[in-house]
């Protein structure tokens, strides 16, 4: 008989994600402490064994739910549905189909796009781009970044406390103004992982091939201290695909991002 716990065991939270590390990488990142007090981890258990993980993340002004597994997924499904009464009335999401089915009596879902998971495969590719022109951005450009993003990037998700782990790189043109961002939405040394965010360039310098190059300035340094880079990408995005792709990065799966909210009248989500 599986039964459905809180877990605060790093270690066995930790266990069940490396089995599958380029699905799980954004929750990977999360058992870090930078992250860790952000995080409700919700668990499948039959005995002790761990069958599927939930992960809400609260560190931004709108919760997360991190909900993947590879198909059939029907643990999660089962984890989900008995959880739902514990989700925020609000929150987004990224789901799993099944993940998504068990939600759906009890919440509205607002599809925001069917989105890749990818990995850097062949990092390798990384050292046939001239990264010369690339500079490391500190937490003094914060207010700089969140002008450039607020114009090139509107509606990103961008946490200005990440630009403290000094993974956020830019180009700038002659003028001194930035012209291309890539960044990192989680960053672990003591996971050894990273997940690339906020990639972006400047509306009147896009097609020159800036973001390639920053993208590969930040995977080189990124490598001196993590042993696994992913990201997610919007699954219509063929320019941002083909970048990654040229750049040593493999499909790993696909998932769904949602707005979710209390269905009227239910008495709970």
């Given at each position: 008989?599986?039964?459905?716990?809180?877990?605060?065991?790093?270690?066995?939270?930790?266990?069940y994600?490396?089995?599958?590390?380029?699905?799980?990488?954004?929750a990977?990142?999360?058992?870090?402490?930078?992250?860790?007090?952000?995080?409700?981890?919700y668990?499948?258990?039959?005995?002790?064994?761990?069958?599927?993980?939930?992960?809400?993340?609260?560190?931004?002004?709108?919760?997360t739910?991190?909900?993947?597994?590879?198909?059939?997924?029907?643990?999660?499904?089962?984890?989900?549905?008995?959880?739902v009464?514990?989700?925020?009335?609000?929150?987004?999401?990224?789901?799993?189909?099944?993940?998504?089915?068990?939600?759906?009596?009890?919440?509205?879902?607002?599809?925001?796009?069917?989105?890749?998971k990818?990995?850097?495969?062949?990092?390798?590719?990384l050292?046939?781009?001239?990264?010369?022109?690339?500079?490391?951005?500190?937490?003094?450009?914060?207010?700089?970044l969140?002008a450039?993003?607020?114009?090139?990037?509107?509606?990103?998700?961008?946490d200005?406390r990440?630009?403290?782990?000094?993974?956020?790189?830019?180009?700038?043109?002659?003028?001194?103004?930035?012209?291309?961002?890539?960044?990192?939405?989680?960053?672990?040394?003591?996971?050894?992982?990273?997940?690339?965010?906020?990639?972006?360039?400047a509306?009147?310098?896009?097609?020159?091939?800036?973001a390639t190059?920053?993208?590969?300035?930040?995977?080189?340094?990124?490598?001196?201290?993590?042993?696994?880079?992913?990201?997610?990408?919007?699954?219509?995005n063929?320019?941002?695909i083909?970048?990654?792709?040229?750049?040593?990065f493999?499909?790993?799966?696909?998932?769904?991002?949602?707005?979710?909210?209390?269905?009227?009248?239910?008495?709970?989500?």
């Amino acid at each position: 008989m599986s039964n459905v716990a809180i877990l605060h065991d790093k270690q066995e939270i930790g266990a069940y994600l490396w089995r599958d590390p380029a699905l799980h990488l954004y929750a990977i990142g999360d058992l870090d402490d930078f992250f860790w007090s952000s995080t409700v981890w919700y668990g499948l258990k039959e005995g002790e064994n761990l069958l599927a993980v939930a992960l809400l993340y609260t560190g931004g002004d709108l919760p997360t739910l991190l909900a993947t597994a590879r198909q059939p997924a029907t643990a999660l499904a089962t984890l989900l549905s008995r959880t739902v009464h514990l989700l925020p009335q609000r929150f987004y999401a990224h789901l799993s189909p099944e993940a998504r089915d068990a939600l759906a009596a009890a919440c509205l879902l607002e599809p925001r796009g069917l989105h890749f998971k990818m990995a850097l495969r062949d990092p390798g590719r990384l050292n046939d781009i001239d990264i010369s022109g690339v500079e490391r951005l500190t937490p003094a450009a914060t207010d700089e970044l969140l002008a450039f993003y607020a114009h090139s990037y509107p509606g990103n998700w961008f946490d200005p406390r990440m630009v403290e782990t000094g993974q956020y790189v830019g180009i700038r043109g002659e003028n001194g103004n930035l012209l291309s961002v890539a960044g990192v939405h989680v960053y672990s040394a003591e996971q050894r992982v990273a997940a690339l965010g906020n990639i972006t360039t400047a509306p009147a310098a896009r097609g020159r091939g800036l973001a390639t190059v920053a993208t590969a300035a930040l995977c080189r340094s990124l490598l001196q201290t993590v042993d696994l880079i992913g990201l997610n990408v919007r699954a219509d995005n063929v320019a941002a695909i083909a970048c990654y792709r040229r750049l040593g990065f493999a499909f790993v799966a696909e998932y769904e991002e949602y707005m979710v909210r209390l269905k009227p009248f239910s008495g709970n989500c």
